[in-house]
């Protein structure tokens, strides 16, 4: 069962391209056509076009694509936001823009000011779009491999995290070494590189920060990596 996943976009919308060009050379190579892309949330905030992003991701879905989008912090952020309120998980001190948020980017990428309220901010976001990110699911299950935003909470099971823990999460998610029922796929916690951790591979390569947007493909429990050159495999660091 093959299955592919883009990391952290955050608005970078040339590096997205270049992610769905690796995997289409990659599905060239296999003549594989079905196979789903999930791209692993976060797609707005921080990086120069935001709506470009959801326009993208959404069109594509539209037209038949078998795309996945999943709901990151970011996104969870900016449609609440977009409702005129705070995310309850974001630390007290930081609202939506926040420099380290990089909310207003997002607003910027909408042609508003950096400021704009939300009733403004509302009134210039196209009504798909926000459905669109209001409605993004929190994982995505295929086979033995769980894709999920931020991570789960270890030993709950899965109808029991919320979507907080899937959106938000790092400990206990990060310091567990056990297995999970699953091979968890996450991203949210920026590396300056993929890293395989045996029991969770994270593709958040700090897109974000001028990092690359890691594309990866997974066969089993197999991961590879997708470069211009082709695979390279991802394989799990010493403990």
Same mark, same amino acid.
């Given at each position: 069962?093959?299955?592919y996943a883009?990391? @952290?976009?955050?608005?970078?919308? @040339?590096l997205?391209?270049?992610a769905?060009? !690796?995997?289409?050379?990659d599905r060239a190579?296999? /003549?594989?056509a079905e196979?789903p892309?999930?791209h692993l949330g976060?797609l707005?905030?921080r990086?120069p076009?935001?709506?470009g992003v ?6 594509g879905?539209?037209?038949g694509q078998n +795309?996945?989008?999943?709901k990151?912090n970011?996104? !969870?952020?900016f449609g609440?936001y977009?409702?005129?309120r705070?995310?309850p998980?974001?630390?007290p001190g930081?609202?939506?823009?926040? =420099?380290? &948020?990089g /909310?207003d980017?997002t607003?910027a990428?909408?042609?508003?000011s950096?400021? #704009?309220p939300?009733?403004?901010a509302?009134a210039a976001?196209?009504?798909g779009?926000?459905?669109f990110?209001e $409605?993004l ?9 769980l894709?999920?935003?931020a /991570?789960i ?6 109808n ?5 823990d899937?959106? +938000? &999460?790092r #400990? ?6 056990g =297995?999970?029922? +699953? ?9 300056? #590189?993929?890293e395989?951790?045996?029991n969770?591979?994270n ?5 974000a920060? $001028? /990092? =690359?947007?890691t #594309?990866?493909?997974?066969?089993g429990?197999?991961?590879?990596t997708l ?6 495999p991802?394989?799990?660091h010493?403990d």
């Open positions: 069962m093959r299955s883009i990391g @952290d976009i955050h608005g970078q919308i @040339d997205l391209h270049a769905h060009a !690796r995997i289409a050379a190579r296999t /003549g594989d196979a892309v999930i976060d707005v905030d990086g076009d935001s709506r959801v326009d993208l991701l959404l069109k879905q539209l037209s +795309w996945v989008a999943l990151g970011h996104d !969870r952020m609440y977009l409702e005129g705070a995310d998980a974001l630390r930081l609202d939506y823009l926040n =420099p380290r &948020i /909310g980017a607003l990428s909408y042609g508003l950096p400021d #704009a939300p009733a403004e509302r976001v196209p009504a779009h926000r459905a990110v $409605g699911p929190s994982y995505h299950l295929r086979g033995g491999v894709f999920v935003h /991570g909470r270890p030993g709950v099971a899965l029991d995290q919320t979507e907080t899937m959106a +938000w &999460i #400990a206990p998610f990060l310091d567990f070494t =297995p999970h029922p +699953w091979l968890v796929v996450h991203g949210h916690t920026h590396r300056p #590189a993929a395989h951790c045996g969770r591979v593709i958040d390569s700090s897109a920060y $001028g /990092g =690359p947007l #594309a990866v493909v997974i066969e429990r197999e991961v590879f470069t211009d050159q082709g695979r390279e991802l394989l799990p010493p």
